[in-house]
């Protein structure tokens, strides 16, 4: 039976990966800070006993290493956790505290999962770029390195930990809850005005992404790389 382990997988894209996995009969475990967002997702999933949750915080070592140290081997880990209530601002009154929790969760939480996943590990180690590293915007200067950090980190660590396959999943614009923390009651109208922009006239659907990761996961030949889902938003 192949376990996947989902970190983000209470909600957004990790929820909807979760679903299809369960579906295709995978055993799957969601990770995440907030044991109530996950106790949700158990509800909503309804997955049986193919569906285990466990707290971890992905900026916390600690935490991290505890995840992980009950396990004997998992096939898969996919990093769909990120913070976006503090990566967005202007450049002279950004705080560099929330410069850290950015770089916190986005990159060295992957950096922690995969120091602490790669001896259990048999398949591979999937983590979640961004548009922002192509396609920065005004205030989002810690959002946009971050994203392109986690690219070199994907590489470097393809290398170090192979035969374990180790990629990026670069979405565009996606409907998650997230969008909720930076954009608030303007959410649908950013959203709409981005869809018109799209080549293919419309932002991602959770789905979209959990398709793009499961692809990610099972092409036996793919390392190093990432995998854009962007609706086209790269060339507009």
């Known amino acids: 039976m192949t ?32 044991t109530t967002r996950l106790a949700d997702a158990a509800t909503t999933l309804d997955g049986g006993n193919r569906l285990h949750h466990r707290q971890v915080d992905i900026a916390d070592e600690s ?13 898969h880990v996919v990093v ?23 770089v916190d969760i986005k990159v060295l939480g992957p950096w922690l999962v995969a120091k602490h996943a790669a001896p259990l590990l048999t398949g591979s180690l999937t983590v979640t770029s961004g548009i922002a590293a192509y396609r ?14 986690l690219e070199g980190l994907v590489r470097a660590l393809a290398l170090e930990l ?15 809850p997230i969008w909720t923390q930076f954009a608030g009651d303007a959410k649908d109208e950013r959203l709409t005005a981005m869809a018109r922009r799209l080549p293919g006239k419309r932002v991602g659907r959770p789905d979209d992404l959990a398709g793009a990761f499961l692809a990610v996961m099972t092409n036996e030949f793919l390392t190093g790389t990432v995998l854009h889902v962007d609706g086209g938003h790269r060339l507009v």
């Open 3 to 34: 376990h996947t382990l989902i970190i983000g997988g209470g909600s957004g894209m990790g929820l909807a990966l979760a679903a299809r996995l369960l579906t295709e009969g995978h055993d799957v475990t969601i990770a995440g800070r907030s």
């Open 63 to 75: 935490s991290v290493e505890h995840l992980f140290a009950d396990r004997t081997t998992l096939d």
């Open 80 to 102: 769909t956790a990120a913070d976006m209530s503090t990566g967005y601002g202007p450049l002279r009154r950004f705080a560099l505290t929330d410069a850290r929790t950015v």
């Open 136 to 149: 920065p915007a005004v205030g989002g200067s810690m959002v946009a390195t971050a994203n392109a950090a």
């Open 162 to 176: 192979a035969p374990v396959r180790v990629n990026a999943v670069s979405p565009g614009w996606v409907d998650t």
